[in-house]
């Protein structure tokens, strides 16, 4: 038997709970995994309430990335012998949020044994978001990037991506995380009315890329101070249609890439741990909007 920790209905995450069912066979192109730790991000949560439709079969699996070992292998798949330890995306009508899940051999590399499962399973989500966002223009060392929401899951990964480079980071949060920010290597800049102002006078008046990880009020303050072809957005796709600002784009080697720098001990994505019997207090961290770092649950 398999617990899996889904929504049964869209809406408030009153309609959470766990599951209990058989062991799942994985199919084509897919993975059985022993899971031993799955991210959570705000995907998740926004899925359940319905805010990307409600098309989805009922119950819903939550989560949709995990790290673990594989435990059987489907047809076609090769490169994955039974006992690997992986990482990687979930098959469609799967969760993460779970002792056992089923993961997309096309989108789970090997875990190489430097890094942790807790930080690895942060990887998918998190890190390949960082790694685009940061890639998707290529800045020259020195140069300022600006992570607007710099203090949550992606920001943190992008900010000591761009410490890698040497960048000159500029990070945006809430009061709260301003030294965060600075342990992790960010010029921090608190959000808020003034911010156009004071991203000004952060960084000289030069900004050459924005990663917008918010949108809403502080984007519309970067779009002040920088074309709109400067800013890569995770969230506003109004901004998009309005302003031209940039989607952000998916390197298909992005996994592999940040798992190897996560390995080389060059990123710590800030891992809180959390069992999973708390799943609920996990998303609700993560719903609140505040969270710091990444959170990752253990089964
Ligand atoms: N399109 C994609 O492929 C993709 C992939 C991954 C994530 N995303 C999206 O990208 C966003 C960020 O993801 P995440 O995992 O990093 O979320 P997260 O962990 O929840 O972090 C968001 C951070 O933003 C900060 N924040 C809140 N209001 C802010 C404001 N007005 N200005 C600046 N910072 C603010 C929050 O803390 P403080 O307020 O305390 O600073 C928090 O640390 C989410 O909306 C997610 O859905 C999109």
Redesign the pocket.
């Known amino acids: 038997m398999t617990t899996t920790y889904v929504f049964t209905d869209f809406g408030s995450a009153e309609h959470e709970q766990f599951f209990e069912g058989p062991t799942p066979e994985p199919g084509p192109g897919q993975l059985l995994i022993d899971v031993r730790a799955a991210g959570v991000?705000?995907?998740d949560w926004?899925l359940r309430s319905g805010l990307f439709g409600r098309k989805a079969k009922l119950p819903r699996a939550m989560g949709v990335e995990a790290a673990g070992v594989v435990r059987a292998v489907g047809p076609d798949v090769e490169g994955f012998p039974v006992g690997t330890e992986v990482v990687g995306t979930v098959a469609k009508g799967f969760g993460g949020y779970a002792d056992q899940t089923v993961l997309r051999a096309a989108a789970t590399v090997e875990k190489p044994a430097a890094l942790s499962f807790t930080d690895a399973a942060v990887m998918p989500?998190?890190g390949?978001?960082?790694y685009?966002g940061t890639h998707q223009i290529e800045l020259e060392r020195g140069q300022t990037l600006v992570i607007?929401?710099?203090?949550?899951?992606?920001?943190?990964i992008a900010t000591q991506i761009g410490g890698v480079h040497k960048f000159n980071v500029i990070g945006?949060?809430?009061?709260?995380?301003q030294d965060y920010l600075r342990g992790l290597g960010a010029t921090p800049v608190v959000?808020?009315p003034g911010?156009a102002d004071r991203l000004r006078a952060a960084s000289s008046g030069t900004i050459d890329l924005v990663l917008d990880?918010?949108?809403?009020?502080?984007l519309r303050a970067a779009l002040e101070v920088v074309s709109a072809d400067r800013i890569i957005?995770?969230?506003d796709s109004g901004a998009v249609a309005e302003h031209g600002v940039l989607?952000?784009q998916?390197d298909p080697e992005a996994l592999k890439k940040i798992v190897d720098v996560a390995s080389y001990g060059l990123i710590d994505p800030q891992v809180t741990v959390v069992p999973l019997a708390e799943a609920g207090r996990a998303v609700a961290e993560?719903e609140?909007?505040?969270?710091?770092?990444?959170?990752v649950l253990v089964p």
């Open positions: 991000n705000p995907y926004k989500v998190a390949v978001t960082a685009d607007l929401g710099a203090g949550g899951g992606v920001g943190t945006v949060a809430g009061e709260s995380k959000y808020g911010l990880l918010v949108g809403g009020d502080s957005t995770t969230v989607e952000l998916h993560v609140g909007g505040h969270s710091t770092g990444n959170i």
